[in-house]
């Protein structure tokens, strides 16, 4: 018998499929150990050339063995067949092969190696841009890992906090170690394994007391209260001891018990302890990426851990001591070591229990489908060669270290490992075990075929590529990289980068430290995309906000807009009616009668305290100190630079008590401006600002037939135009605001939002009453654009000063307001600055957002702020930004959309198209 | 066992006292009338009302403030803001936990304990928390986002476990 397989069959409780044939698994074994125990040694097939390969590695480091699990959306690709444990119905295919995996016509590439050189791409696809479009269809097929799924994810993903004294990672002797003597001294700990079970190397090597020692281990640390978390990986180490951990709640492609597969950790340690063992070094030989050649440990581990033989003849290859127990592994199996060749002299006085041959390295390889043939060594400098259908290797171990260089760790050589270990941290951050001290090695320069003796497997980057790219010039480690892309991809290099190094060390004739480092960067091993977009990711990243009227608008059937987070009603159609029609028939309804809006988003702040008016008069570009009681009037407010940021109203309430409010767009930036005002710049004044964004709810009332509607609810004197009073409707008190955005007379009417239902309820049925209706937010623009009034977001994108925008006149003539200091810049009166004009179309619509140019061709002079039409009669209108704007009245200009093949005549004009005088809503 | 819940409380009188002048004054007119004001991260009850502190000059009062507006005099003023926020009851074995899905908070502190508060950000919304006992926890959560918030805590409670 030869090949891989189960050394005692029986307890196969699981059944799962790969490329769509049944096989059978244990509980416990992973998708590798699975397919090795049913004699499956071919797995995948390389990125590039197609060659086959098999599982090279027992953990996350596995290069090879790379699949498509799943189905539908829960799809995952490149999942590493030793990462994951089969489950009852895992479906698992394997990628990068057409037709099949034992039949890939994809390999004939490899025939055409010598045509792909390190730099492919530069080399070869000169040439216009568009070219490329042709190369990369065929590239794309060609070449590549397994495809994303197209369907949505069914699943969720979860993120959480936590906070520890200590975070240990590495569930292996030394990490257990470190986890209960902090634990029992009293501290938070966590503990984190990648692996499905704790013990690691004990896993694989222990002895009896040694397994007893892990269960009495792992049972005082759940009894001390430290959590252990398995499944998850340490993946990103960033400032501050903060580290991201990725948490397996499901195996890939399965279904999640409460939906949730995988979940997300943000840690912050106060130490943090990297346990995390070392990866074993593959050896340089010809044909060494074939299916047959493993890494030393994973034999053992297959071996130990998943009852699984890899090989029945087996050569091992090593240039240290612990391979050995590999052999000891498979002899007790029942496996035949052929042939231990250790690079290694022979020592004086060493008793052997396997055929030792020293000074021995691996030349070549010869296999079958699924495993080897025929392995060729250099021994004593001659060639001899053995049957065997597997090949173990060592080439010595490398430390872990990924997190503690992503900490800001420096790495310093070991000589006597021929490896980095990690060296000072600038994170209160340790490193124990074999991650700080490996194994011994020695150096073996390699002996094979440099075409065929593959450094990176999963980028098919071979010793030439290097020795290629060294010739051509490329001296720095992270040149040579890019250049080849050797550590790319989703191993990133972890089984590759050592022998890389050494080849660029001997190209240069330099030592392995002289040659240089890559950088390990975050996530350690690869992370979904939902995983990082998280809970959000089902809804855009963003929570709905609900308006307080939110289920009265609701029981109207509106066309919903979102609103920064906000969802308001855009427009309450009826019938048949589109948007367009609704919101012409909302704000000619305005015009001519009475509408009502839900104004509930817009900023508001209740400024109180004797010095109430000094500090609005800071927040605020206008005067406000002189408003007598019950009045309001129309401000805005600057940036320390003295552009415009945003407007509102500010309404005094009583001698001491100011209501502002501001844009709902703005809302948060204003509470931010605030803060600052109040906290940073005037600490000493007496006053409180309060966000009452969400406490009062808001309607507008508006059209000339509003005071008659409202008259009939309130019962009360009408405030007149900019005058605040308190007033009750349906039984709620509210205050009643005079003021005007649409162009009419017009009434804000504020209660508190748990109590504004009524209130809408009554205001609703008088509109009715007079013929009108709700209007929403398309309405709202139309009449806002028609009437001229600004738009934070549109008109007020923040670049502009008030003279720019119209506004100089309202000025606080005073001065001392934020942003007074920046509007005397000499710059600021320059000519050339855009400023807000009108345009009406001569011809046609004006496109919203198009540019405002002279003639064809000519640079652009501004753009189309905002678009609507004459509410009543027609014609397209518009606001704009214009160079020098306001000196260019009546001047003919041409707003062009290229990307939408849009273009249309326009006229410059005032930008208020309607009442200008305001007449219509003045007392 | 039991379950950890999340609860809607009815609406409750909030109103955030803000302190501009004279503090150590306003805190001996309180202590005088039985009142500590709580320190930073604290809170205490007085007279039916629930004072917590989340910002150095201000206080969120719930409950009836009535006696505390002559405490104030000329020296700070109180804002009704409890029409924009939602009270919600986490309780159970399991609101620690339940707090750090989406949290950036150490809930699971042992000082994060009876009487305590925070001011926090769960799932990007801005949130103040009270803990009211070993068991249970309010949150205080503006009411644009509570249903979000809720259905988010609702979701994640079978996951406390995991």
């Known amino acids: 018998m030869t090949g891989p ?16 044939v049944a096989y059978r698994a244990r509980a416990g074994d ?4 699975a397919l090795l125990a049913n004699g499956v040694g071919l797995v995948g097939r390389s990125f590039k050339y197609h060659r086959p390969r098999g599982v090279l590695s027992a953990g996350v480091e596995e290069p090879n063995a790379l699949v498509t699990v799943g189905e539908g959306g829960r799809t995952e690709p490149n999942t590493r067949a030793t990462d994951l444990f089969v489950y009852e119905g895992l479906v698992a295919r394997s990628q990068n092969r057409w037709p099949s995996l034992g039949v890939d016509f994809g390999a004939a590439i490899g025939l055409f190696s010598k045509a792909l050189p390190p730099g492919f791409y530069y080399k070869t696809f000169f040439g216009p841009a568009k070219r490329w479009l042709r190369y990369e269809w065929f590239i794309r097929r060609a070449a590549g890992l397994g495809p994303a799924p197209t369907l949505p994810d069914p699943d969720r993903f979860s993120q959480r906090a936590a906070f520890t004294d200590v975070l240990v990672v590495g569930g292996g002797p030394a990490g257990l170690t470190a986890a209960l003597e902090a634990a029992e001294a009293g501290r938070r700990v966590i503990l984190v394994e990648q692996d499905a079970m704790l013990g690691a190397s004990l896993v694989r090597d222990a002895d009896l007391p040694a397994q007893a020692w892990l269960g009495e281990t792992v049972d005082r640390l759940h009894a001390l209260g430290a959590r252990i978390l398995t499944r998850t990986t340490a993946s990103g180490y960033w400032d501050h001891n903060f580290l991201s951990l990725t948490q397996r709640l499901a195996e890939p492609g399965a279904i999640p018990t409460h939906c949730v597969a995988q979940r997300l950790w943000h840690v912050r340690a106060l130490q943090v302890v990297l346990a995390a063992g070392a990866i ?3 050896i340089a030989f010809t044909n060494n990426d074939r299916p047959g050649v493993m890494l030393s440990q994973a034999v053992r581990t297959y071996v130990r851990r998943f009852g699984v033989l890899p090989g029945c003849r087996v050569v091992i290859a090593t240039n240290n001591d612990d391979a050995y127990r590999t052999a000891q592994a498979l002899a007790e199996a029942g496996a035949e070591i052929v042939a231990v060749l250790d690079a290694r002299p022979r020592p004086a006085d060493v008793a052997e229990r396997f055929p030792v041959f020293w000074n021995a390295r691996p030349a070549s390889v010869e296999g079958s489908r699924h495993h080897l043939r025929r392995v060729s060594a250099i021994v004593d400098g001659a060639e001899r060669s053995w049957n065997a259908d597997l090949l173990a290797v060592s080439g010595g171990f490398v430390p872990a270290a990924h997190l503690h260089m992503q900490a800001g760790g420096k790495l310093d050589w070991n000589e006597g490992a021929q490896a980095f270990t990690p060296g000072a941290t600038p994170q209160a951050c340790v490193t124990i075990g074999a991650a700080a001290s490996p194994p011994a090695s020695t150096v073996s320069a390699p002996v094979g075929h440099p075409k065929k003796s593959f450094v990176d497997f999963q ?6 590529d290097i020795d290629l790219a060294w010739a051509e010039g490329y001296r720095s480690v992270e040149h040579l990289k890019r250049y080849t892309t050797l550590g790319m991809a989703t191993d990133q290099g972890k089984t590759s980068n050592m022998l890389a190094l050494a080849r660029l060390a001997e190209k240069g004739r330099v030592a392995i430290p002289d040659a240089g480092l890559t950088t390990f960067r975050p996530p350690f091993t690869p992370a979904t995309m939902g995983l990082l977009g998280g809970p959000a990711a089902r809804h855009a990243g963003a929570h709905v906000r609900r308006i307080a009227l939110h289920d009265s608008h609701a029981a109207l059937n509106p066309i919903w807009q979102p609103l920064g987070y906000w969802f308001r009603p855009r427009a309450y159609p009826r019938g048949t009616e589109t948007l367009a029609q609704a919101s012409l028939r909302e704000a000619r309804s305005v015009r001519t009668g009475v509408g009502m809006a839900d104004v509930s988003t817009l900023a508001k702040f209740e400024v109180t305290g004797p010095d109430a008016a000094a500090f609005l008069e800071l927040v605020c570009a206008t005067s406000v100190s002189k408003l007598a009681a019950g009045r309001g009037r129309y401000t805005f407010m600057l940036r320390e630079d003295g552009m415009v940021f945003d407007d509102g109203t500010v309404w005094r309430v009583a001698e001491h008590r100011y209501l502002l409010t501001s844009s709902t767009g703005g809302a948060d930036r204003m509470a931010a401006h605030i803060s600052y005002v109040r906290n940073c710049l005037r600490p000493d004044l007496r006053v409180s600002a309060v966000n009452v964004q969400e406490h009062y709810a808001g309607i507008a009332l508006a059209g000339p037939r509003a005071r008659e509607t409202l008259a009939a609810l309130a019962g009360t004197t009408l405030p007149r135009h900019m005058s605040i009073e ?22 804000e009417i504020y209660a508190e939002a748990t109590r504004i239902a009524p209130v809408w309820t009554a205001l609703a049925a008088a509109v009715e009453a007079a013929d009108g209706c709700p209007y ?3 309405a709202m623009e139309l009449l806002r654009i028609e009437k001229g009034h600004i738009v934070v977001g549109g008109e007020v994108d923040g670049r502009l000063t008030p003279h720019d925008l119209g506004l100089e006149k309202m000025l606080n003539k005073a001065g001392g307001f934020v942003g007074a200091s920046g509007l005397g810049r000499p710059a600021l009166s320059d000519r050339g600055r855009r400023e807000l004009v009108g345009l009406e179309a001569l011809a046609g619509t004006i496109p919203e957002g198009a540019m405002l140019v002279t003639a064809e061709g000519c640079p652009p002079e501004g753009h189309v702020t905002a678009s609507a039409r004459h509410i009543l009669h027609g014609g397209s209108i518009a606001l704009a930004h214009l160079a020098d704007g306001r000196y260019r009245h009546a001047e003919e200009l ?10 249309t005549r326009v006229r410059v004009v005032s930008p208020h198209f309607y009442d200008p005088a305001g007449d219509r809503y003045r007392d | 066992m039991t379950e950890t819940s999340v609860t809607p409380l009815p609406r409750a009188p909030l109103h955030a006292i803000e302190i501009w002048s004279n503090p150590a004054a306003v805190a001996t007119r309180f202590a005088a009338a039985g009142v500590a004001l709580p320190p930073m991260g604290r809170s205490v009850q007085a007279e039916g009302t629930l004072l917590m502190r989340f910002e150095p000059a201000v206080w969120l009062a719930e409950g009836d403030i009535a006696p505390f507006a002559e405490l104030l005099g000329e020296d700070g003023s109180a804002t009704p803001i409890g029409g924009g926020i939602v009270r919600v009851r986490l309780a159970g074995p399991g609101w620690r936990t339940l707090l750090m899905e989406g949290g950036v908070f150490d809930a699971e502190s042992p000082e994060f304990a009876p009487g305590c508060t925070a001011a926090t950000i769960i799932e990007h919304v801005n949130v103040r928390l009270h803990v009211e006992n070993a068991d249970a926890c309010t949150a205080y959560v503006p009411s644009s986002y509570a249903q979000a918030l809720i259905d988010f805590w609702h979701e994640a409670l079978p996951l406390l476990r995991g």
């Open chain 1, 5 to 20: 397989s189960r050394i005692a069959p029986g307890g196969e409780t699981l059944g799962f499929t790969f490329d769509g």
């Open chain 1, 776 to 778: 929403g937010l398309e």
């Open chain 1, 894 to 903: 041409i707003a062009t959309s290229p990307t939408r093949g849009l273009a």
């Open chain 1, 280 to 282: 074993e070094r593959p």
């Open chain 1, 726 to 747: 308190p007033g009750e409707i349906g039984g709620i008190p509210v205050w009643l605001l005079a003021a005007s955005y649409s162009g009419e007379r017009a009434f």
């Open chain 1, 30 to 33: 992973s998708l590798a150990a």
């Open chain 1, 459 to 464: 980028n098919d980057v071979t010793l030439a």
